[in-house]
């Protein structure tokens, strides 16, 4: 019964938590966005893009001067098309090639820029590897969804009930932050989702132990001086002495 009770609290939690937060559909993915503050010359923000079908993204041409132009062609329009000004929207399943032509008005072509468009299904279902999840305050671990179908190209959105007892980033990364429990909640624009709930405890305290493995001294006996004597030969006893002779006169 306290099972079932826990259950439908956590259920209700969760509801509340989808209500009140904005409704975000991250369904396309772009490499690595760059802005016009990192570029001196003209260059993509972006260079490849996965998309779920009907998404759109908007591709910019960065540091164009003001007698330069860009055009944009796509190499399949029923994949991906594109408007005169950049903005692409995602067709059927398949990949395409955008290719962005700069132009000055007194030269010909001055370059030409290819962006990779990748379109997939939108995602059916979304399920967390983790249901529970314990961390020390401080930890951090990235949760890991599984989408189906398989070949779709949406990700999923994540977001903490409890931001102040743990965060979680847009890659599923959670990092505790005080002690408590929260639920981390990863959805899917069709509304389905599914729930980790992490709880954070104390950081173990652990007592530095230092051993010291140096050898005690030992003491050392100074060694007792060593004392010889001076032997002196005797004189023998039969021996006369030797005469006292005068000066020669």
């Known amino acids: 019964m306290k099972h079932l009770i826990r259950k439908v609290a956590l259920s209700c939690l969760v509801l509340m938590c989808l209500l009140l937060s904005p409704a975000l559909r991250t369904t396309v993915f772009a490499g690595e966005v760059l802005t016009a ?31 330069q132009t860009a055009t944009f062609k796509t190499d399949d329009a029923e994949i991906a098309s594109v408007t ?7 067709g059927k399943v398949g990949e395409t090639i955008i290719t962005v032509t700069v132009k000055d008005s007194d030269t010909d072509a ?12 939108p995602a059916l279902s979304v399920r967390l590897t983790l249901n529970t999840l314990t961390l020390e305050v401080g930890k951090r671990k990235t949760l890991q969804t ?6 779709t ?18 890659t599923g990364k959670v990092i505790a932050k005080s002690v408590g429990t929260t639920l981390i909640i990863a959805e899917i624009a069709n509304g389905r989702y599914d729930v980790c709930e992490v709880t954070v405890e ?5 007592e530095e132990v230092i051993i010291d493995n140096a050898l005690p001294a030992i ?25 006292i002779l005068d000066p020669v006169q």
Do not use: H
């Open 110 to 121: 001055l370059a030409t820029f290819k962006c990779s468009v990748s379109v997939g299904p």
């Open 146 to 151: 599984i989408l189906k179908p398989n070949t």
């Open 219 to 243: 003491p050392v006996t100074p060694a007792a001086p060593v004392i010889t004597e001076e032997i002196i030969p005797a004189i023998p006893q039969n021996v006369s002495p030797l005469p």
């Open 37 to 67: 503050e990192e570029l001196k010359e003209p260059k993509l923000n972006v260079t490849s893009l996965s998309m779920v079908t009907d998404d759109k993204f908007t591709i910019r041409v960065y540091n164009l001067t003001e007698t």
């Open 202 to 206: 104390e950081a173990a305290i652990t």
């Open 153 to 170: 190209t949406e990700i999923a959105v994540y977001r903490s009930t409890n931001p102040e007892v743990a965060t979680v980033s847009a």
């Open 84 to 90: 005169a000004a950049g903005r692409v929207t995602a």
